[in-house]
């Protein structure tokens, strides 16, 4: 059970963070057309997997402001730059 509990902990948090990414304004448009080009539908997961580039996950840095950052490492990615 705990087992249980702790994934529903987590997928509380990830909503939380999907309902501050709605709402901010640094998850632009082209921060969402660079992931689709880069990682078609799954785009959106990747901004909640550890990037070993940024130290963290990506989808926490669009939330501090930084998302260009976000959006050069997802083109990076895309032309098969190594990160």
Known sequence: MDAIASEIDRLQARIGQLRELRASPYATPELFDALERTFGAAGIHWLFEHSPALGGC???WVLD???KVVI???EAI???VYV
């Open 78 to 80: 895309g032309y098969g």
């Open 58 to 60: 990506p989808v926490q």
């Open 65 to 67: 402001g930084r998302t």
């Open 72 to 74: 050069d490492l997802a």
